[in-house]
């Protein structure tokens, strides 16, 4: 029914910038939010931005001023701009998006795709 893509990962200096995007299939219909997640070993899946049907945005306290959600509602797509990355930033970043249907809410996730800053 529904299918993200990630892109945009990779290896970065301290300080420099990073584009994420993800890509949906499906329908336009029905979205609640989509988001950002990231995982780094060991460590438990933390909710790095959000962004609702209606446009509200939530972020982590930790990239506050640093990352930007976004979404682009014609090419199915929602991205995240980092800037000012930081080592600690290192982690695997998932796209995350949840439909509410009629009776209930459906989470999808991409692959994720792997962002590493380099000290």
């Known amino acids: 029914q529904v299918q993200l893509v990630e892109s945009g990962g990779g290896l970065v200096q301290p300080g420099g910038s990073l584009r994420l995007s993800c890509a949906r299939s499906g329908s336009n219909f029905n979205i609640y939010t989509m988001g950002w997640y990231r995982q780094a070993p060991g460590k438990r899946r933390e909710m790095v931005a959000t962004?609702?049907?209606?446009?509200?945005?939530d972020y982590l306290d930790s990239v506050k001023g640093r990352f930007t959600i976004s979404r682009d509602n014609i090419k199915m797509t929602v991205y995240l701009q980092m800037n000012s990355l930081k080592p600690e930033d290192t982690a695997v970043y998932y796209c995350?998006?949840?439909?509410?249907?009629?009776?209930?809410?459906?989470?999808?996730w991409g692959q994720g795709t792997q962002v590493t800053v380099s000290s």
């Open positions: 962004i609702t049907s209606g446009g509200s945005t």
């Open positions: 995350n998006a949840v439909l509410k249907t009629l009776v209930t809410y459906k989470a999808y």
